[in-house]
């Protein structure tokens, strides 16, 4: 199995042409389209749906690119991940750009065995783009892995805490005032923030947010009256602020990345 | 073989991570989307959609989530359809919530042989979101069935008279006139009603759409001029009204559930 | 392996159909999208997008369909090509409608060998719709080919000097001045032009575009600052404007089709 997540959109042939590299050089892989709609060059949001989704594939290879670095120095990685005693369902192996895309998706699966970073060899296509590395060095690696060729052969061994990590600004509780931010905004504008379930017991019934509307907690959408802005868990375990019927996201003009004020109330 | 329609769209990973959970409890089912492009909500349109679809697909299981009520207490389904002495190629298994969405397909394949509400098994993922049961009970149900689980060990047997059923209003002929309603718009503007063949036939060669514009008799998009309303034959056997080059919808104000009155003329 | 291009988009289920009839039909094939984003009834923009994929994909059904005259009296066809001398891997069959589509791919795949005009046969599907060739003609085609079905079953043998082809406007040099036309704009609003290595090269450091902006030629996105740009190859080895986060084909009002001045500056 080859999992595959980018910010090509359907729009293009993009996806479509790496599908064809990865089938004509493993003819046996199977390939998942976990979403293809990451919002352009966003490594972070990126992240977030690969680190979200990944709990819930097979094992094996997972393909990664959001790759604002195409054709500058980055480097590009494959990373050993899984397989522990922890009970996951066998080796992972991560392949994308060294921007902070990958990793942190490694560390749930149980943290990094090895990283690799990705040299010239005769599974790159040749000629060799300057834009379409997915097509060029990415799809065709994550399938010359698929077809058991051992990462060692494909590049040469990096140290793990050298790679390039995204900044993190944790949530922070200040009595009963909660100060996060925005992680993510689905097309139907549901606002996913950077909190859990204990933070939403501790928020309580209600919640003001940024000072302004309330939101009254609840398990799911249906519970809601119209228009009515409610905060549940998602179904990544995520505190979301959501409106049934409406676009929570315009109502509260947050974006993503936007800082979060949630107030017991 | 699953067969899987959504309204779930593809701005974000809900398909995606669907698809994974399938691969990872039943490896050997190949899934096919039919569409997730259901209008969000929309049940009526995602019943269409799947009546017209599950026509031209292997046998298998068939799952469909469109499911504003995800969360409360709509039951959960899986419903054993086809297979009968009419020469359909095989057992069908339709699985998704109780709100109508199902039984048009099953009833267009033969009538329901067994309807079962699903109910709380080790099949289910856990946790159990609130939000997002096609990924925590849908899809890894409908995975189980293609590996062979019985139905009966995943639900309770339930009448099958008291599934929710949509309202229909059937078209009615009142000498020259026909009164009908939308059914369906596709993203190029084709207007879909609720008639057929014998209606189109009993209109002739020119019928007045709603008192005011005239549309054509024809048999292609091709034997229309630019911008030339006419009456065919869709591909789904449905009488539509379309405009070659230009949305027919926009051009008569139709939507979705709109009433149409077609006179011979 | 089935390739599958077309215009039908994802917003409804066109697509999903097609892929239900090749399941049906020929259950062992594995069904590779290549874009359904193919501008609606855009032939060139279609017969480009094929042209640029089919390499990079194994050999097998290709499959295509932009067809803005299904309907009318336009061939439908089942080309054979590849499979020479010159290490291409495999014999390839294109399958869609006489217009153009086809052939440009077919000649970039060392030609044609044989041209057959698909007629009707047990394997077209009953009824069969004016509509919607896709679904009835064309991927039941591609499925029976698949599966082995020779040519000479599936339609009539056709001269391939006298299929239709698509006029091209070659690109022309006239002392530092480079006169072509605009292929494709993608989804990010980079244009893709007419030319290659040997034109970029002979255009040097910088040119002047329609006689107003300049374009620096530069590999990678990242070579450009913010806002700037750029002239590179492209990954489909042609020459492209862009603007690093910008749409280039907005700001330089370019559209598919239009005429392209670049002079050397």
Do not use: K
Request: proline share 5%; net charge negative.
């Amino acid at each position: 199995v080859i999992t595959f997540l980018s910010d090509y959109g359907l729009a293009d042939g993009y996806v479509g042409v790496c599908h064809a590299v990865i089938a004509r050089r493993c003819p046996a892989a199977r390939i998942i389209d976990l979403t293809h709609a990451v919002p352009r060059h966003d490594v972070r949001a990126g992240a977030l749906a690969l680190r979200d989704a990944l709990p819930y594939t097979p094992a094996g290879v997972h393909l990664a690119v959001v790759d604002p670095g195409v054709g500058s120095a980055r480097r590009a990685l494959a990373l050993a991940a899984g397989g522990g005693d922890d009970g996951d369902d066998g080796d992972r192996t991560l392949v994308g750009p060294d921007n902070g895309l990958l990793i942190g998706a490694a560390d749930d699966l149980g943290g990094i065995r090895a990283a690799f970073e990705l040299t010239p060899s005769a599974e790159w296509l040749d000629p060799l783009s300057a834009t379409f590395h997915g097509r060029d060095i990415f799809a065709p690696i994550a399938a010359a892995i698929a077809d058991g060729v051992p990462l060692a052969q494909l590049g040469v061994p990096v140290d793990a805490a050298l790679l390039c990590r995204l900044e993190t600004r944790p949530p922070q509780w200040d009595g009963d005032l909660l100060t996060t931010s925005v992680l993510a905004i689905d097309s139907f504008g549901n606002v996913s923030v950077d909190a859990g379930r204990p933070d939403l017991e501790r928020l309580g019934a209600r919640a003001a947010v940024n000072g302004a509307a309330f939101a009254r907690a609840a398990t799911a959408f249906a519970d809601g009256r119209e228009g009515e802005l409610l905060m549940l868990l998602d179904s990544a375990g995520r505190v979301a602020l959501v409106i049934n019927g409406d676009s929570a996201a315009e109502q509260l003009a947050l974006a993503a990345g936007a800082c979060v004020r949630l107030a017991a109330a």
